[in-house]
């Protein structure tokens, strides 16, 4: 089911983090992958984003998605531009993006990884990022202008660069240096901008015409505080519930949904949150149906 309340060409989908974590993986870790699709389905969300239950094989996951209703909204790919060039890059993406290609996805999430950062990054406290110096961040934005033009060619899929805490690219100002050199796509991440202390509508007024993909991920702002004033790692700062659906949290989606019916974007908004799914706030059926009912309230009353 898809609420007609969208504009069309827009879709609203759901990340599998509210079921099972990818990294903690005693998170969810005992939900089945078919609780998980059919609740996101039940609670009328037309798409999932890959998980690490999901099978990589198209002639499994696309029967199984299609028996639940759901598509495949595109999939988290773990990057190493910051150490290696494009063609290496696209030597690695091989398997991933024939998978998002032939499950009919537009866009790839590129998620910057690496040696450099690891998953042990994630248990590092906050103040222990990495970063990159001005050469380091040029030369980065240009293996990654060339790594797009090489993706979109050879599969048809857009880059979606995900900002995130704790990977190299974080704040609004190194954002906003990557995204000026490289001229990429963006992914919209209202939650890891928040948590990186800034507001997410400023990536909307500079780049707005570069995103090409949204994660719609709250933020509990006293959770939050603890996290950072205690300098706690990303990982605790999840288990803490510092990240929730859309509508629980004190972040406003009014302008996204402004963003969506004024300028003719054409793609996915998908409801994000890493939290643990045994807490009764994120009991993963009833948060979603929240965040589904809020974000699709932002476009209209219900039909």
């Given at each position: ?16 983090l509210?079921?099972?974590n ?36 198209p ?12 598509a ?25 993006a ?8 537009s866009?790839?999430?590129?998620g910057?990884?690496g ?23 040029a030369?980065?934005a ?5 790594f ?7 599969y ?5 660069y ?20 490289a001229?990429?796509g963006?992914l ?5 901008a ?11 007024e ?9 994660h ?5 702002r ?17 288990r803490?519930?510092?990240f ?10 009014a302008p ?8 003719g ?22 948060a979603?149906k ?13 039909a």
């Amino acid at each position: 089911m898809q609420t007609s309340l969208l504009p069309p060409g827009v879709r609203l989908g759901i990340s599998p983090l509210s079921w099972t974590n990818e990294v903690l993986e005693d998170l969810g870790g005992a939900i089945p992958l078919d609780t998980c699709l059919a609740q996101a389905a039940g609670n009328g969300f037309a798409g999932v984003e890959l998980g690490r239950k999901f099978p990589r094989d198209p002639a499994v996951l696309g029967p199984l998605l299609a028996g639940h209703g759901l598509a495949l909204v595109s999939g988290w790919y773990s990057g190493l531009l910051a150490e290696r060039p494009a063609a290496e890059e696209m030597a690695a993406v091989t398997e991933h993006a024939s998978l998002l290609k032939a499950m009919g996805a537009s866009v790839l999430v590129y998620g910057p990884v690496g040696k450099m950062v690891s998953d042990r990054a994630m248990d590092l406290p906050l103040s222990r990022r990495l970063t990159l110096d001005a050469d380091a961040m040029a030369a980065y934005a240009d293996r990654l202008r060339e790594f797009e033009d090489r993706l979109f060619d050879a599969y048809g899929l857009k880059l979606a660069y995900h900002h995130h805490l704790m990977m190299v690219v974080e704040t609004f100002d190194e954002i906003s240096r990557l995204v000026e050199r490289a001229r990429c796509g963006l992914l919209l991440d209202t939650g890891h901008a928040a948590a990186a202390g800034f507001d997410y509508t400023r990536l909307i007024e500079r780049f707005g015409d570069r995103i090409t993909h949204i994660h719609l991920k709250d933020v509990r702002r006293e959770r939050l505080a603890a996290v950072r004033d205690e300098d706690r790692s990303f990982n605790e700062g999840v288990r803490a519930g510092m990240f929730t659906v859309p509508g629980d949290g004190d972040l406003d989606f009014a302008p996204v949904a402004r963003f969506v019916k004024t300028t003719g974007y054409q793609g996915w908004l998908v409801v994000e949150a890493e939290q643990d799914p045994a807490r009764a706030e994120a009991e993963p059926r009833a948060a979603t149906k929240r965040a589904f009912d809020h974000v699709t309230s932002l476009f209209g009353a219900p039909a």
